[in-house]
């Protein structure tokens, strides 16, 4: 790791902190705690919830993914956003005018039950923990990259993930909602200025999009990955061929040379190796960069998609963020800044992935070295896309900036994953059931706990994947595990949230039913397609079958809004205030005395309370 | 109270045919035209964004030129729309969804003031037909 980088990500560091410390002196109620005292402006709250959206996946791997498959990968970055859309036409206004704390609140306010209420709060907790677990795993990798290695006698992967883990827990229990709301402003800024950067870099470097992609068109897709020389030199039943064989279709000779000399050297360890790819979705056609096929069939083109967009509206930590507007008309104006500053967000990501093909491929050709491993012209691992990017176009500064900026993508994501867990636990359980009647200083404490609670579980969980095998199992384990957070959260809010807020015939029953389903379901999915991955089981039968869904949402989703119509028909027990909670959930007169009043108005979230 | 939102909640009463916010009150008549118009709006909004978004999975299945053929440089109308226009599309949708969406919130608490209004001069007028609210 480079001094400049070490110091700008230190600098990250401490002004994190010194404004978590600056914001304790405003955060004395629960709702300054966990809502930032409901103040929150448009633009700010777009800039926050950008951040919090914004998580290494985004930062690091959707370039790396359009790096490593072209279109496919391009996917990646429009799923994400189009996700905001359905957030702004179905969920953000009503969910605000209902007011509350949490999506557990809602879910008891709508449905006046407290089975739901602690459902919810069981789903809130395991998307929370699928989402935070490839952050932290993204901690720990970045870590090995940037410092390489560890401290207080931890190795380089253990020390990512408990700084990182130790600093945000740090923040977000000192600075509460208000602390995090105002980090993930900044953060969401130097993640923009850490893109643009590199982009504007790549164009001044002489990058011209359309020319550069024809030139990445011109050949088929090479993918690029690491061997043991069991593992090249293994028979494929399937086509009588080895990995080797593959390879030295791609590889030059010279190339194939240092392979041929680590084979037979004996030595342990892996061999990057370049290997043809494959069209999955037209089988006939080559696998160019332009097309779409390299990671998707058919099938998952269409649940690919479903799952990114439907999945936005079931992340817990974005829709806490709904709540701290000051109204329902202010949350539709939010969500719209968040599409336009993550859309040029990921504009940008893709342009940078391209950039990076022609950019690496003539620096390695001019006789150039880097630090990232690489083969045939391109990297081994195309998470490194960023930061070897950054260091080929802006030297040492501009890796800074990008490694900075992965930390920064990191802290935001985490913080808001934290608030989250700590209002489902927190306010939902404790302040509900343990202790109603606690002042609101135990409250504040209870939350600040249990931040420090679900960043311990959350810091065992990053140390568990490597334990467990998953990165092995997995070539691109941090996107892949983003998707499966988005694919619970789609499966278990989301249509509890649709029907609850649009059809007035929901019942409790109808509701709680098709969480459950939705959140089994997608759950046991995705553990049947680790478990495959891990060889634990076959692909026959109906078992490998299922096991063998990479995004459940296309049966999970449909499956869940199916059971909640149903049971609700066969129920027909509506809440007997129904028209008292519709009244709140659609109706104007608060919204309309606020107006008079400029209640309306946003606040400064620094306001002392008296 | 330093939180507004706070002050509104304490100042609501009412029960299951009307709730009152200070000197604005809902009914559940009044609610039920904002929800019909509101899920109109929504709704129309967003059967065009899924058939936008799915439409383009399916064109990179079943249609050759739109996924194969190089319009501007290397870009095929398919790479085109992912990699830019579909952006264009979100910000414009969003853009005018919410303008809508104000705009018929707007509207409609003038309407539901106007309902209410009306509800109270007609209970007045006729006090034997029903009871005042």
Redesign the interface.
């Known amino acids: 790791m480079n001094t400049i980088a070490i110091i700008l990500v230190i600098g990250l560091v401490v002004f994190t902190i010194v404004l978590s410390i600056f914001s304790r002196r405003f955060t004395r109620?629960t709702?300054d705690f966990y809502l930032a005292?409901?103040?929150v402006g448009p633009f700010s709250n777009a800039s926050a919830i950008s951040g919090d959206y914004l998580s290494a996946a985004s930062f690091l791997g959707v370039a790396g993914a359009v790096y490593a498959s072209g279109?496919d990968g391009?996917?990646y970055?429009?799923g994400f956003?189009?996700g905001?859309?359905?957030v702004?036409?179905?969920i953000a206004?009503p969910l605000r005018r209902f007011?509350e704390y949490t999506v557990a609140d809602f879910a008891f306010g709508r449905f006046g039950s407290h089975r739901i209420r602690l459902i919810t709060v069981l789903a809130v907790l395991l998307t929370s923990l699928f989402y935070m677990a490839p952050q932290m795993f993204g901690a720990g990798t970045t870590w090995q990259v940037l410092v390489g290695k560890g401290i207080l006698g931890m190795d380089a992967y253990t020390s990512g993930v408990v700084v990182v883990g130790a600093i945000i827990a740090f923040y977000v229990a000192v600075g509460g909602m208000k602390g995090t709301t105002l980090n993930q402003i900044f953060q969401f800024w130097w993640l923009m200025f850490a893109m643009l950067m590199v982009v504007f870099f790549a164009f001044g470097n002489g990058f011209?999009?359309?020319?550069?992609?024809?030139?990445?068109?011109e050949q088929p897709i090479v993918n690029t990955k690491q061997l043991t020389a069991a593992e090249l030199t293994a028979v494929n039943p399937e086509t009588g061929k080895t990995f080797y064989d593959d390879a030295a279709t791609i590889m030059t000779p010279e190339e194939m040379a240092v392979v041929d000399e680590f084979i037979e050297s004996g030595a342990e360890g892996k061999v990057p190796v370049a290997l043809p790819s494959s069209n999955k979705?037209h089988e006939l056609?080559d696998m160019l960069?332009?097309?779409?096929g390299h990671r998707y069939n058919?099938f998952d083109?269409?649940s690919m998609?479903l799952a990114l967009?439907l999945g936005t509206a079931g992340l817990p930590h974005i829709l806490n963020r709904y709540y701290t507007n000051?109204s329902?008309?202010a949350a539709?104006?939010s969500?719209?800044w968040v599409?336009?500053f993550i859309?040029v967000f990921?504009?940008a990501a893709?342009i940078v992935g391209v950039a990076g093909i022609g950019i690496i491929r003539d620096f390695l050709a001019d006789g150039g070295t880097l630090n990232a491993p690489t083969v045939h012209g391109l990297l081994v691992k195309p998470d490194q896309l960023m930061p070897t990017l950054g260091e080929i176009l802006g030297g040492q500064w501009l890796m800074g900036v990008v490694s900075a900026g992965a930390f920064a993508a990191m802290f935001s994501t985490v913080g808001g994953l934290l608030i989250a867990a700590a209002s489902a636990i927190g306010h939902d359980v404790y302040e509900k059931y343990v202790n109603p009647n606690a002042s609101e200083a135990q409250r504040v404490v209870v939350g600040k706990i249990s931040v420090l609670g679900f960043a311990a579980v959350a810091m065992l969980i990053g140390l568990a994947i490597p334990y467990f095998g998953l990165d092995q199992a997995y070539p691109a384990l941090i996107a892949m595990m983003v998707t499966w957070a988005f694919s619970v959260g789609a499966s278990a809010f989301v249509p509890m949230l649709l029907t609850g807020i649009?059809w007035k015939d929901t019942t409790e029953r109808g509701a709680t039913a098709g969480m459950l389903v939705g959140l089994i379901g997608s759950i046991s999915i995705i553990f049947l397609n680790i478990l495959q991955q891990l060889g634990t089981i076959g692909k026959d039968g109906l078992l490998g079958f299922v096991g063998s869904l990479t995004y459940p949402v296309l049966f999970t989703f449909p499956l869940g809004v199916l059971t909640i119509i149903i049971v609700s028909k066969l129920d027909g027990q509506l809440p007997k205030?129904v028209?008292?909670i519709?009244?709140?959930i659609?109706?104007?007169?608060?919204?309309?005395?606020?107006k008079?009043?400029g209640?309306d108005k946003v606040?400064s979230m620094f306001?002392?309370?008296? | 109270m330093?939180?507004?939102?706070?002050?509104?909640?304490s100042?609501?009463t009412?029960?299951?045919?009307?709730?009152?916010?200070?000197?604005?009150?809902?009914?559940?008549e009044?609610?039920d035209v904002?929800?019909k118009a509101?899920?109109k709006l929504?709704f129309s909004?967003?059967a065009v964004?899924f058939a936008v978004?799915?439409a383009?999975?399916?064109a990179?299945?079943w249609w050759e030129s739109w996924?194969?053929v190089?319009i501007?440089?290397?870009?095929?109308a398919?790479?085109l729309f992912?990699?830019?226009v579909?952006?264009v599309f979100?910000?414009t949708?969003?853009?005018t969804?919410?303008k809508q969406?104000?705009r018929l919130?707007d509207r409609?608490?003038h309407m539901?003031?106007d309902m209410v209004v009306a509800d109270a001069a007609r209970a007045h007028d006729e006090p034997g037909e029903g009871e005042q609210r």
């Open positions: 109620t709702a005292g409901r103040k279109l391009v996917w970055a429009a956003a189009g905001f859309m359905l702004v036409l179905f206004s007011g011209n999009y359309p020319n550069a992609l024809a030139d990445a068109s979705l056609r960069f332009t097309e779409p058919a083109q269409f998609v967009v000051p329902g008309s539709r104006r969500t719209f599409l336009v859309g990921y504009i893709p649009w205030n028209d008292r519709w009244m709140r659609h109706g104007t007169a608060s919204e309309r005395y606020e008079q009043y209640l606040g306001a002392k309370h008296e | 330093g939180d507004a939102r706070l002050h509104v909640i100042t609501v009412g029960d299951d045919t009307h709730v009152r916010h200070g000197d604005h009150m809902d009914t559940i009044s609610v904002v929800f509101q899920r929504s909004y967003g964004f978004t799915l383009i999975p399916a990179s299945v996924y194969a190089p501007w440089g290397g870009f095929t398919n790479y992912v990699a830019l579909y952006y979100l910000w949708m969003a853009w969804y919410s969406a104000d919130d409609l608490m539901a003031a």
